[in-house]
């Protein structure tokens, strides 16, 4: 009888060591990324072991369009996304449950191929421009032209959801004009491509990561982890030289070679909530372009439980 207590004594022993070994066990966060600016903090965060310092288990994902990033999202294959505020009120509206925990830093640009003789925003009017429809690069473009006093409807939006294809028609010059995220947009710059306005000068900044909600009910440690991870992030970029990471966002990220010479990259904050006025100014314009059902109210899309 004895060695029967013993015995099950050594079995719950390891059934409890093995149950707190599981619950110590970082999930894994899976985030989908694009080719811009924005994702550099995560991918440096994930290169140089910082998610793993802070015990979280981040796998990152890269698309070349927005389109297949949100699919991704929609589908459960990813738990968050860098993205923006029109895809999450766009989810929002159509029943998925995902919600803006961050805004990312990154910057979009307005340019003319390098045979065109268009020199400013207004003689774009009845000319094609290259967009991914319903997306930040639409809405930026927009504001871009409205700043000038051209109605968009009085532009020909041509919708090419890939990033690196919208590059490479505008180098050939088989489109006009076209909007393109950093750092491809100084690629196209230093081959030759004329710059016409930026969303920097227009003081917006729409560009936000989003989780499901499943993921921040059931992740909640991970996401703090990883936030902590992405902050480290963000202080290496202030402090290094882009030539101590270029290699590795050309190898991880599929970013051009160039980048080593052109890349130029925003002024990185650590991870904060966006500003109401970002976010309803986003939702506004959704809203009057008859894109979604309701003007979403702040707190209806953004989480502010990891970061203020």
Known sequence: MKKYFIYLFVVLMMIFTLVSCQKSEPQQLIIGVLPDVDSIPFIIASEKGYFEDENVNVKIEYFKSPVDRDSALQSDNLDAAISD??????????????????MTNGSYKLLVNKDSNINNIKEL????????????????????????????????????????????MLQNGKIQAATLPEPLATVAMNN???LLNSSNNLNINPGVLIFTSKSINDKTKEIKNMYKAYNRAVDYL????????????????????????????????????????DVEEVVKWLYEKGLISKEFKYEEIVNTTFVR
Do not use: C
């Open 85 to 102: 505020v029109l895809a999450q009120a766009f989810a929002h509206d159509n029943g998925f449950d995902i919600m803006i925990t961050s």
């Open 125 to 168: 009017k009845g000319k094609d421009i290259a967009i991914s429809k319903n997306t930040i690069i639409e809405y930026t473009t927009d504001m871009m032209l409205e700043q000038e006093n051209i109605n968009p409807k009085d532009i020909n939006k041509v919708i090419i959801p890939k990033i690196p294809t919208r590059l490479e």
């Open 192 to 194: 030759g491509s004329k």
């Open 238 to 277: 202030k402090t290094h030289d882009k030539v101590d990471y270029a290699d590795i966002l050309i190898e991880k990220a599929g970013f051009p070679e160039l980048i080593k010479d052109t890349l130029i990259l925003p002024d990185y904050n650590e991870a904060k909530a966006p500003t109401k006025k």
